[in-house]
């Protein structure tokens, strides 16, 4: 009964995010989501009482999705091939969760503990790790910037995280949105941090820029 239900819990779970990142999270009721499984709807309310419980338990694997990949290694400093794996993590994410930077206000606006949690996550957690990655390629001599430069981009890059696909349906509204969109927006950050990357690096950091050409 235990093996069967975390089972059908997390099929609950991973078919959301399929559907929400196919059809848009405002397009897809419950009944869909149960349908599409196989279900029926009172065994969908079994284990989530409504669809914004599923939406935050995505959001949960976002945030573990982050701050996993993004964590500083304990046993060494930090090494140029460290931002090609911070970019792949944003390229990954922004693609692996698409659907919610497609209408993150009105996402954030019809769950309000959502809200507060992103918030929250996007303020504290994410801001530390950003913060503690800009330092550590300052003092491996890849960046130069000061605090208030990296207050800046920080707040550039995410800004551009969260509206690049938006940006990407209003620039293009009758294309699909494909892997390439997530590579234009990595490009796009890559772009930002030019100005601060250090003479002896900046060949390996524009042949790194070219990996994310569409």
Do not use: C
């Not at 069967?4 to 009944?31: C, H």
């Not at 809200?115 to 330092?135: A, P, T």
């Not at 949105?177 to 941090?193: D, F, P």
């Amino acid at each position: 009964m235990t093996r069967k239900r975390i089972k059908t819990y997390d099929r609950i779970v991973e078919e959301s995010l399929t559907l929400f990142n196919e059809q848009g999270e405002r397009s897809i009721s419950t009944n869909h989501i149960a349908a599409h499984l196989g279900i029926s709807p009172g065994n969908l309310y079994y284990h989530f009482r409504n669809k914004e419980e599923i939406v935050h338990q995505i959001f949960l694997q976002y945030r573990r999705f982050i701050t996993e990949r993004l964590a500083v290694p304990p046993e060494r400093e930090l090494q140029v091939e460290d931002l090609v794996n911070y970019l792949d993590t944003a390229f990954l994410a922004m693609w692996r969760f698409r659907f919610m930077f497609y209408d993150l206000p009105g996402l954030l606006a019809r769950n309000p503990q959502l809200q507060n949690e992103y918030h929250q996550f996007v303020n504290s957690e994410l801001k530390d790790i950003l913060g503690h990655h800009f330092r550590a390629f300052i003092q491996l001599g890849l960046l130069e910037m000061d605090d208030d430069d990296i207050e800046s981009i920080s707040v550039n890059i995410w800004l551009v995280v969260k509206f690049w696909f938006a940006f990407e349906q209003t620039a293009h509204p009758k294309a699909v949105i494909t892997e390439a969109s997530g590579r234009r927006g990595v490009k796009q950050v890559l772009t930002l941090l030019k100005p601060y990357v250090q003479t002896p690096f900046m060949t390996a950091f524009t042949e790194l820029r070219r990996r994310y050409d569409s």
